[in-house]
C-alpha cells in the first residue's frame, strides 16, 4: 500500500526547495521530509543513474514504523488490503483458492497480506528490501502467533529457485520505487511454476498527472504534469539518493508484463468501495470519485 498521503513538497518542514515547487513533489515525499528531519537537500524530478537506485532502502528503514503506526489499522495485521481504494482480497478474490498454494509477497512491508494468505491455508513467505520492515512484521508475527516467514531481499533478484511458487503477489510493493518494472516480472516468471499467477497493485498512472494534495480541492483535478514524462521524482541528502519513485504508463506496465511472458488475465481501475475507501492522503474518495488512483494487474505465467 502507498506509504502516506499529501505530498507538497513545498510544505514540507525541514526541506528547502530552490523555490515554490507545488508540482515537483513524490507521491509519498512528505513521509521523507518528515522522516529525516531536514536532511533532504534536494527533491524534486530529476533524473537518477539507475546503479544509485536501491527501492528507498534506507528511507524505508527510516519509515517503518511510522508507517504502521499510521497506517496499521487500516492494513491489519493479518489482511490483504490491495489498495486505498478498500479492494481487500476477503471480497476481491484476485488470488483464487490460496489453499495449499506456494505464495510469496514481494515487497511485502510488514507482510499482512501474506500472514492473511497463511491463514487461508497457503505455504506464504515475504520478502522485502527494508531490514525496518521486515523488523515491523518480524513484531507482528511475535503478536499474533502467526510468523510468516520473512526473508530480506530485492525484487530484482529473488533469493529463490525456478519454479518455486503458485502465486506472487505485491500491493503497491517494489514496483514503484524501480525504474524498470521489466526487472521484476523476470524474476517473478522464473520463480513461478508454469500457470503460476503474479497479481499487484501499483500507483495508477494517471496520478502523477495531478498534484499529491488532496486538500486543495479546485486544482486537485487539473493536470499539472505530462503524462507521458518518465523523469523520476527523487530526494537526495547531499548528493546520496535517498529515495525515488518512478511514474510508469499503462503502456509500460502492460509491454513489460508481455515482454517477459506473462499473459494479462485482468486490470482493475477500482473507484472507492462506498464505506470501504481510506483516507489515505492524496488517494482521498473525493478524488476516487473522478480518477483512478490504484492500477491492479492480474497475470499468469502461461505453462
Ligand atoms: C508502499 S510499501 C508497501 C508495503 C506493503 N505491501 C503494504 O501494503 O503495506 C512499499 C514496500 O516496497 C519495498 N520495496 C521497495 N523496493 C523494493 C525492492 N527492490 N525489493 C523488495 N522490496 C522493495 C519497500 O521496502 C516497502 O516495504
Redesign the pocket.
Known sequence: ???SGVNHGSNRPGVSLPGPRPVECGL?ARRAGRVHNGAVSSAGFSSIDPAEV????AW?DAA?VE?YTE?GRD?GDCDL?WCPEGVRETSAALLGDVRGARIL??????A??ARWTMTAGALAVG????VG?VQVGMDINRRTGIEVPLVL????ALPFAADTFDVVF?????L???PNLAE?HREVARVLRGGGRWVYSAVHPMRWCFPDDPSVQASALTVVRSYFDPTPYAEREASRLVYAEFPHTVADHINSLTGAGFTIDHVAEPQPVPSEALRWGAWSPERGAHIPGTLIVSTHFPD
Open positions: 500500500m502507498p506509504p509519498f536501491s527501492g528507498g532502502r524505508w517503518a508507517y497506517h492494513l488490503l509477497e514481494v515487497g511485502c512491508g510488514a499482512q497480506g520478502l522485502d528490501s527494508s520492515m531481499g530485492d525484487a530484482r505485491t500491493a503497491y510493493g517494489a514503484g520505487f524501480l521484476v
